[in-house]
């Protein structure tokens, strides 16, 4: 599977953080696409592409870089892209601040919300 790590959002040095970090830059890349420093694609399953959205959640955090989130493409789930949290809502997906699970509208995450104040 391919994925395609979209860091077209970031100013360069939260680019050079992630791409110079030596357990993203060791991932398999997919050399069939230009080398692109805003796009990266990975030759990798899908149980590693969960593990790469962690592994660039975790590079922000020891960056001590806060207002990015790390989401999945709700149409292509090929692609994971890392935004300003300010610039989600812009491009139709909605965070729970709770758990952080997108969602497609405001109307679905407010449902979602709910249900963390049941318990």
Known sequence: MV???DLSHLPLNLKLAILNNQEFSSLPR???F???VDVVFLDVSQEVK????T???NILSMSNIE???VVENMIDQSE???LKSGDIEELGIFICAHCGAPFQNREQMMIHQRM???F
């Open 55 to 57: 592994m660039v959640e």
């Open 80 to 82: 994971i892209a890392v």
């Open 34 to 36: 230009d080398k692109d």
């Open 30 to 32: 997919d050399d069939r």
């Open 50 to 53: 969960e593990k790469v959205m």
């Open 3 to 5: 994925v395609k790590v």
């Open 116 to 118: 963390h104040y049941i």
């Open 67 to 69: 207002e990015y989130s």
